[in-house]
């Protein structure tokens, strides 16, 4: 019988420089490198997920922009769907590290890329991180992108819509 999958959200979170810098974490138990993320609470959508693990992982107060997408890979506990947000840190951490982080670096992308432990987030990182710093309004060498304003974009609904989640959950009770 398979398994619902955990549900976690996180951030390709940037701080402005010279050249952007994109945030890892080092876990404790595990000493590896990763991307911040982490589990939804009951009740908690996967946006504000990705705020609080972010600020509980890196210590920074976040802007949380644009959705970049989603990373589904298998854990000991079964699959897990991550879904992540391009985010903006404030330059000072405003906060301790939570327990289960024992280290945050800054660094350039394609630094980030290589630091980081587990080879589906490098890929992940390396084709979603340049598009998370050219929205920054960054390019990776650290010259300004004149970007053109957004069309605004209305809808009219007439029903309630699911929520991506919503319907993930619906599909993986069917599959099952």
Known sequence: MARTPVLAAGGIVLRQAATPLVAVVRLRK???????????????TPRDAAERE???ETG???SVHEFL???VYESRGGSKVVHFWRMEAGAEPVRKL?????AVEWLPLADAVDRLSR???RAFLENVGP??????????SGTAVDRAPEPVRVETISRPRRSLVQKMRDWFRRAA
């Open 30 to 44: 595990r000493d590896e490198w990763v991307l911040p993320k982490g589990k939804l609470d009951r009740g908690e």
């Open 131 to 140: 598009i998370a710093v050219a929205a920054g309004g960054i390019t990776q």
């Open 69 to 71: 997408g989603t990373l």
């Open 54 to 56: 972010v600020n509980e």
């Open 98 to 102: 939570m327990r289960d982080v024992k």
């Open 60 to 62: 920074h107060d976040v």
């Open 119 to 121: 080879g589906y987030e």
